[in-house]
């Protein structure tokens, strides 16, 4: 179980991108909304379909159990910020961060307890451990700051522009051709993040 404790502040593209690739004013802004909603659909697609996390956000998963190593989800992992559990009295404890060693070259990213050191024993209470922690392309400058994105794979970028044009221009489900009404079939562009995809994803 995932949830968000600290969204994302920017987005892989930005809206000036979004506009050029697609060819439109720059005078005109009517249309930036649909932009800036297609930039944040297509952000969330895209990690859908790789499992990995392209923008640094703060997560928290929780566990019914200490596994022997805990894997987290939405790679890259930039760091752990604590690992709190309820323990066997039900109550609230944090795991020192001396006890234990975090792998973030693995993808996903791993925590497990150090040679000298195991999982404290818990409680009986509904997932009672929980790892906080970082994910995410980290940029090099301020991470608000997209001027410079070349920390984040480029052919999510092509992607996610390529997408966001053909979806801006494109906005229904269903077209009307000379055979009648017809799906839109599998863009031909989602095969540029195979390379970037982590485990079994389905699509």
């Known amino acids: 179980m995932i949830r968000i404790v600290t969204a994302p502040l920017v987005y892989p593209v930005t809206l000036a991108e979004a506009?050029?690739?697609?060819?439109?004013f720059s005078d005109v802004t009517a249309d930036d909304?649909?932009?800036?909603?297609?930039?944040a659909a297509m952000t969330e697609y895209a990690e859908h379909l790789t499992g990995r996390a392209f923008v640094e956000r703060t997560l928290e998963l929780s566990l019914p159990r200490f596994p022997a190593c805990i894997e987290l989800p939405w790679p890259p992992l930039i760091g752990i910020d604590s690992i709190a559990y309820t323990d066997t009295d039900e109550a609230a404890q944090t795991f020192a961060a001396a006890s234990y060693e975090v792998d973030t070259v693995s993808q996903p990213g791993r925590v497990r307890p150090i040679s000298t050191s195991a999982w404290p024993s818990i409680g009986t209470r509904f997932n009672p451990v929980r790892v906080q922690y970082r994910a995410g392309y980290r940029p090099t400058g301020s991470p608000t700051d997209l001027t410079d994105n070349s920390y984040l794979p480029g052919q999510l970028r092509i992607w996610m522009q390529a997408r966001i044009s053909t979806l801006y221009d494109q906005r229904e489900q269903l077209v009307a051709g000379q055979g009648g009404i017809a799906a839109i079939p599998r863009d031909f562009c989602d095969g540029l993040l195979d390379s970037l995809v982590i485990g079994s994803r389905l699509f």
Request: glycine fraction near 0%; charge should be positive.
């Open 33 to 39: 909304t649909i932009y800036t909603a297609l930039i």
């Open 19 to 24: 506009r050029l690739w697609s060819k439109a």
